[in-house]
């Protein structure tokens, strides 16, 4: 592959001529496989302890079916990630309309949000590091959100193995913003297997439960003596199955941890995870005020790459993120973008092995 440019190798297919694959790779072997459709990561290869490649994100062969995709799979999220609950959102007095899911609440940004959108894309190269700038204006009213959004998603691989994702954005008018990164994980690089044996710490000592729409109920619940406890490691597996309510309301984990109450917009270290096999090893470090762990709970004989099927918790999400639902909680952490200002947020993925 070329590395910087389009991609004319493997078995994806181009949806449109404006649909590009790109691959980035460093120093360690590691390798980024991209597309402009969604911002969407396809593969991403990195050594075990053993020196061995392995791609340890799930994804499809062909770029067409991120367009059918319903999971948000390797994608970026907005210009809401999570959900909100109700069809009707307030910024400073204005009332909007969003669309909304059956049950009455808005997902990750709509019908048609950042994952299904075609990006302008530009690699770039620096001195131990190789990028790529991904820019699209979202107009306003797009989804029922306010101004004309004028979005940057840049991918950054170094050769320290870290994976930089960064977003700056600007609005003409007061809006909402909250973005994500939705590439599900499996670090052991069997891709059919279940992530319950690996192991995760999260940097937190609160969660947010949720109500039967999976939307927070306002709670900042500690985690101390529930199954939500992760600041140690544990493997996934090890509780998911308890006979607790918020799991059966999720069918596992899909809750947000809370970083910092109040947003700093520090770089924080926010999760660990672990594959004992592999010895793969993944920090997460963001500005976001939480983390979003999603076990996979929902993924049901999803045809993915190489013929591989995706079943229940092939994969897991660390989506980092301000809270779900902070229109309707003023105590969360804000969400609103006003205009003109510059919305920044940065998340680091770094790899190792042990």
């Known amino acids: 592959m070329l590395t910087g440019q389009q991609s004319t190798t493997g078995n994806y297919t181009?949806?449109?001529?404006e649909v590009k694959l790109f691959t980035l790779e460093n120093k360690a072997g590691t390798k980024l496989i991209v597309s402009n459709y969604g911002a969407a990561v396809l593969s991403l290869f990195v050594k075990d302890r053993y020196g061995k490649l392995a791609d340890i994100v799930l994804g499809y062969d062909d770029i067409t079916a991120y367009a059918a995709d319903e999971y948000y799979i390797g994608t970026v999220v907005g210009r809401y990630a999570n959900r909100?609950?109700?069809?009707?959102?307030?910024i400073?007095?204005?009332d909007y309309k969003l669309p909304v899911k059956e049950g009455g609440y808005h997902l990750h940004g709509g019908q048609s949000g950042f994952n299904k959108k075609i990006f302008d894309a530009a690699p770039f190269q620096q001195h131990n590091k190789k990028g790529i700038v991904f820019t699209y204006s979202s107009p306003h009213m797009e989804e029922g959100f306010p101004g004309e959004l004028t979005l940057e998603v840049i991918y950054t691989l170094d050769d320290d193995n870290a994976w930089t994702v960064e977003y700056k954005a600007v609005s003409n008018r007061d809006t909402l913003i909250n973005l994500t990164q939705h590439s599900y994980f499996n670090l052991s690089g069997n891709l059919q297997s279940p992530v319950d044996g690996h192991e995760l710490k999260i940097l937190s000592h609160w969660y947010l439960p949720v109500n039967d729409m999976q939307v927070p109920t306002g709670e900042i619940k500690d985690v101390d003596n529930t199954v939500f406890d992760f600041t140690s490691f544990k493997k996934i597996g090890k509780e998911i199955a308890a006979d607790d309510a918020q799991l059966k309301l999720s069918s596992g984990y899909d809750h947000s941890f809370v970083l910092e109450k109040q947003h700093s917009a520090h770089l924080k270290h926010a999760a660990v995870v672990k594959e004992y096999m592999s010895g793969?090893?993944?920090?997460?470090y963001t500005t976001e005020p939480a983390i979003h762990f999603y076990s996979g709970n929902f993924l049901n004989e999803i045809k993915g790459k190489a013929d591989v099927v995706y079943n229940e918790r092939s994969g897991l999400c660390l989506e980092t993120q301000h809270f779900p639902d902070a229109p309707n909680h003023p105590h969360f952490p804000s969400t609103v973008l006003a205009a003109g200002d510059n919305f920044y947020s940065k998340t680091v993925f770094k790899f190792s092995v042990e």
């Open 14 to 17: 181009a949806v449109a001529e």
């Open 92 to 94: 400073n007095g204005n």
């Open 84 to 90: 909100i609950a109700g069809e009707t959102v307030f």
């Open 280 to 284: 793969r090893k993944m920090d997460v």
